[in-house]
Every structure is written in C-alpha cells, then in structure tokens.
C-alpha cells in the first residue's frame, strides 16, 4: 500500500470535520473519466510517503485536525494493510471517513463491522446495467448493491453520491439510482468537470450537463433519501 499524497488541511471533504486527507495509489476500476489517473495507472511514478512520518505529523496537528479522509484510488484493494492504517488512526484518536467505490465488499463489511470507520462515502456510479462501461471493465454488478446494503446497515454515517458524466449517466440512471439509495441518509449529485489527464481522453472533450438538467436529475432522487444536494453545480 502506497501513501502517493497528502493534503494536510480540508474543510470540506469530512461532513463536520477538519480533516487530513491521504491518497492511496492503485485502484480495480477503470473508470474512463477518471481525473486521477496518474494514482489508478502510474502510482510508481508517484513519490511515496513515510507512514511513520506521516503518523507523526497527524499527531501534531491534532487538536485543529481531528479527522482523516482515506481516499484513492480505491482504498479497499489494500486489505490487511489498509484495516491496519484504519486502527491506527482510531487508537490515535481521529475520526476516519473512507471514500470507496464499494467493490471489496468483504473488506468494506469488516472495516465496518470493528467500528474503524466513522463515515463511509461511496460512489454509485451509474445504474446496474451501465456499470461495467462506468467502470471500464466488466463487474459482478450484485456487489455494488452489495455494498449499498452494508453501509446502510452498518450505523456509520454515511453518503453515495453519483459524478453526473453525460454518456454514463442519464436520466433513467437517475431513477435506477434512487430505487438502489432508497432510504439512505445522504445522496449527492456531483457536476462532472472535465480537466485531465482522464484515464480516456476523450472524456475530457465532454460537455457537461448544464444546472437545469441535474436540478431535474436532483428531483428524481429527492423523495427517495432524507438529505441529497448538488456538487459543483
Ligand atoms: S474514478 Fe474510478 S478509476 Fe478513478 S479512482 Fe475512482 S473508482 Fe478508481
């Protein structure tokens, strides 16, 4: 498992927190509008940083910091190594949020189970069906409903939360969305914003949704959870 970065400050990526947020190389989807491509495809070109000095550096800003963002990447793929990370950073006091894809739904139940992670956000990508092209490889689609099930019922706090990609998403996506979060605590609606290197360029080509259309999207989903928004709207 590889710490490719850090971003030592954020006030807006932990709901309620100050957090830190760590970035961990490698990932098993492919997504093709990907905007982290250098971490999913060439985490080796990727400096590493020291756990040890990391932990450390956590341990000072404690009393500001009081929380860590895992993020990717995937974080899920770094099994015992990953739930290794997650205790350490509990016995240090500090509140976890993992931001997943689901798809290692063994390891997402286990980190969830042993009370390692306070808030859980996963992307939902597309609709079931269009799984496999949102991903960029071909997926046992019942582990994401999977996934969703889990963290529902796991007392986390949690959110999903779909990158409206036009070509990936579409409107009928949104109400197979809202049936599959049905319930759930929060949802969002994030505007796709191109910038690359994407892990397919021709992505970055793509025009964006304009604010009426997910507005419209948002009101689909809405009736269904007890809070959902739009991002980058
Ligand atoms: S967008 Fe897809 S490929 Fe990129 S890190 Fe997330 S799950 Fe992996």
């Known amino acids: 498992m590889k710490i490719c970065g850090v971003q030592g400050v954020s006030v807006i990526d932990y709901p309620g927190r ?56 995937e974080p899920l793929i770094h099994g015992e190594a990953l739930l290794s990370l997650l205790r350490r950073l509990c016995e240090a006091g500090l509140a976890v949020k993992l931001d997943t894809n ?36 071909a997926l046992d689609t019942r582990r994401i409903e999977q996934a969703i099930r889990i963290i529902m ?16 998403v579409a409107e009928s996506d949104i109400r197979e969305i809202a049936a599959l979060v049905s319930g759930a605590q929060r949802y969002y609606l994030q ?27 948002l009101s689909l989903v809405s009736p269904s959870v007890q809070t959902c928004g739009l991002r980058g709207a």
């Open 153 to 168: 019922d796991s007392g986390a706090r949690y959110e999903f939360r779909t990158t409206c990609v036009p070509g990936i």
């Open 102 to 137: 689901g798809y290692e739904v063994e390891l997402l139940r286990e980190a969830l189970a042993a009370g390692l992670v306070d808030y859980v956000a996963m992307d939902v990508k597309t609709s079931l069906a269009g799984y496999s092209k949102a991903a960029g490889k």
């Open 191 to 217: 505007q796709f914003r191109p910038s690359g290197p994407m892990i397919d360029a021709e992505y970055e080509d793509v025009r964006p949704y304009d604010a009426a259309t997910l507005g419209r999207f």
């Open 18 to 73: 100050i957090a830190s947020v760590l970035f961990l190389g490698g990932c098993n989807f492919r997504c093709p509008f990907c905007q982290n491509a250098d971490l999913v495809l060439r985490q080796e070109s990727l400096p590493g940083l020291d756990l040890e000095e990391m932990m450390q550096s956590l341990e000072k800003k404690k009393g500001f910091v009081d929380g860590v963002v895992i993020t990717g990447g």
